[in-house]
């Protein structure tokens, strides 16, 4: 049997003339062929420099030219670096105030007005007058998202 040397990683093996012939008799393993046929390239991550292999066709569909590692670290580079001001779908000429970050500055507890509710990922801030610019203390009030829509949408009074 011919030695022949693997077109992927260069180790020399054995294979079956008929191999040859056939047009086989390539690659020393599976893994080595898988390697192979991949027509791809490693690409850095724009986040975190990490290598991250991409297919030709994630090389042509990228619309921004950059390559991620991870979904996190797109999601990273989206909100803080992409989608921020007045590039950001819920921008309001500049007028927005973090409301949530007030009530914890001045210690309101964290409880839903309406339904008593306690689980800070379903809290927002509510202004009462339902002006987003008057934040006063007096002006907001925790309420659970479902309350929430229930206050605008149904005229329940808080």
Not at 17 to 41: D, F, L, N, T, V
Request: glycine share 6%; hydrophobic share 30%.
């Amino acid at each position: 049997m011919p030695d022949v040397g693997c077109k992927s990683c260069g180790n020399v093996f054995h294979a079956k003339p008929s191999w040859i012939r056939y047009g086989h008799g390539k690659y020393c393993s599976p893994m080595c062929q898988y390697e192979g046929r991949r027509a791809g390239k490693t690409v850095p991550c724009f986040i975190c420099k990490k290598e991250a292999y991409k297919p030709l066709k994630q090389l042509k569909a990228s619309k921004s030219g950059k390559y991620f590692c991870s979904k996190s670290c797109q999601t990273l580079w989206r909100n803080t670096i992409v989608f921020v001001g007045p590039r950001h779908a819920n921008w309001k000429n500049g007028e927005h105030v973090e409301c949530r970050i007030i009530m914890q500055k001045h210690k309101v507890e964290q409880v839903c007005r309406l339904c008593s509710c306690k689980d800070e990922r379903v809290l927002c801030v509510h202004h009462r007058d339902r002006d987003r610019k008057n934040n006063k203390i007096s002006n907001l009030v925790w309420l659970c998202y479902n309350c929430h829509h229930l206050v605008h949408n149904h005229k329940v009074q808080v």
